[in-house]
């Protein structure tokens, strides 16, 4: 596919190197020289230096031909513009995003209004994913199916559990627990587990099962499932906003600390049940007086990396309640993940995410299309969602006579309202929407994870 990207930032930079990782011919567009030639030169894409909302520019860049332009530069109102112009010059498929809160309240009417396929927040998309672990505190990340209906779940072993030493194959006979264990972390290396795999304390495990299963599955294996009863957030930007908003409906207590007053102000507005403090959160002696040491949750939210992650150490020092912290750079992602911070949220990792599924799922569904994508395992594998269409050969046939590839796995089958966790006798029909587990990045298709083999 022929893709434009405006806006040469991490975002931007991210895009790039995953989309020309996926055989699509990308431009990018923006005002600074150097970085454009600097994402020339690494990853082999095109580069147009200008204004990105320019219709000189961007007919430069080649929007006639295009199929996508993805404005994610610094501005809202500029990608907005960029999107405009780009469908009135090439009719092509738009992607903007979109920060500010008071365009996210009418986001509906801007994507029609400008007839946009895609927008996406990266601060709201963040602060989603730590209101989902904070519903359910034992586990370390959540990433959702089908709507919600269906959930992976990753969680460390504790040393005391019923699953140190169990083998994949005996969960569900020895629990009566309905879950998929589909992927494990040890010691830096990365398994797609088959049923002899033997569990071990300090194993990172991935189940997928829907969100009472799970729960049931956590209370057998003696972990805590019960969501935060309160939370201290210090930082009061969009993202803090945002997570105080999605956690006031859940029943959470919220302590937010923010350091500029203004700010503060708005916020007790905006937030009349959360408690807003006006204070310095980065001083230790401010989070102990504000009762730190007996949070159920903390999370860091601040613009600065580095404090996030001091004030995230620090709150473990404190509480054994749930810590997250939001990280908006993604160079130093290995040498976080050592720190043990419990939960990170990358923002722009996110973005990044949400527009590369968006774009695998036009490009060449035959059979099924590319509904939910995640990164997981460190970026060296991915979990799928794809919905079956009477195109694909593949219903009607049980997994069992299915020739898999190696290190794939077929998670879950969502049927209607019911959710299969799916044995060798099971098949696909037309409709299903089928999670894949695997370490084949680039997906674009369930076919290109599974052939038709009668064995």
Do not use: W
């Amino acid at each position: 596919m022929k893709i434009i990207i405006v806006g040469c930032g991490k975002v931007g930079k991210t895009l790039a190197e995953e989309l020309n990782k996926e055989d699509n011919e990308v431009t990018v567009i923006d005002r600074r020289y150097a970085e454009v030639e600097s994402l020339s030169n690494k990853f082999d894409v095109m580069g147009v230096v200008g204004n990105g909302a320019s219709y000189k520019t961007q007919m430069e860049a080649g929007i006639e031909k295009a199929d996508i332009l993805i404005a994610v530069t610094g501005s809202d109102e500029l990608n907005l513009l960029c999107c405009l112009i780009a469908k009135r010059a090439g009719n092509c498929q738009t992607i903007a995003r979109v920060r500010n809160p008071e365009y996210s309240e009418e986001i509906g009417f801007v994507k029609g209004a400008l007839g946009l396929a895609m927008t996406i927040n990266p601060e709201f998309a963040a602060a989603q994913e730590i209101a989902r672990v904070l519903r359910f505190p034992s586990a370390i990340k959540i990433d959702t199916f089908a709507k919600g209906r269906v959930e992976m779940l990753k969680f460390r072993v504790p040393g005391e559990s019923r699953l140190n030493g169990m083998l994949v194959m005996n969960i569900a006979p020895k629990l009566g627990a309905d879950v998929l264990v589909c992927a494990v972390e040890r010691d830096g290396e990365i398994f797609i587990p088959k049923g002899d795999f033997r569990l071990q304390e300090k194993d990172v495990v991935s189940i997928i099962a829907g969100p009472k299963k799970a729960s049931d599955f956590f209370k057998k294996i003696g972990i805590e499932t019960h969501q935060v009863k309160d939370t201290m957030i210090v930082g009061g930007g969009d993202t803090g906003y945002y997570l105080a908003k999605l956690l006031q409906p859940m029943g959470i207590g919220i302590k937010l600390i923010e350091q500029n007053e203004e700010r503060c102000n708005l916020l007790s507005e905006l937030l009349p049940k959360a408690q807003i403090i006006h204070a310095d959160g980065s001083e230790q002696i401010v989070l102990i007086e504000e009762g730190v040491g007996q949070a159920e949750a903390f999370v860091a939210l601040t613009n600065i990396d580095e404090e996030n992650v001091m004030l995230s150490l620090f709150a473990r020092s404190q509480t054994s309640g749930k810590i997250a912290t939001k990280i908006n750079r993604m160079d130093f992602d290995r040498v976080i993940k050592e720190l043990d911070l419990d939960t990170t949220v990358y923002p722009k990792k996110i973005t990044a995410l949400y527009i590369l599924q968006f774009v695998r799922a036009m490009k060449n569904s035959i059979g099924c299309n590319v509904e939910t994508m995640y990164r997981i395992l460190d970026d060296k594998a991915e979990a799928l969602e794809f919905v079956v269409k009477k195109s694909s050969e593949l219903p009607g046939i049980p997994l069992e006579k299915l020739k898999i590839k190696e290190n794939t796995l077929v998670a879950c089958i969502i049927r209607g309202r019911q959710i299969i966790i799916p044995r060798g006798k099971d098949e696909m029909r037309v409709g299903d929407s089928v999670v894949v587990v695997t370490t084949t990045l680039g997906l674009k298709d369930i076919r290109d994870v599974i052939s038709v083999s009668k064995q």
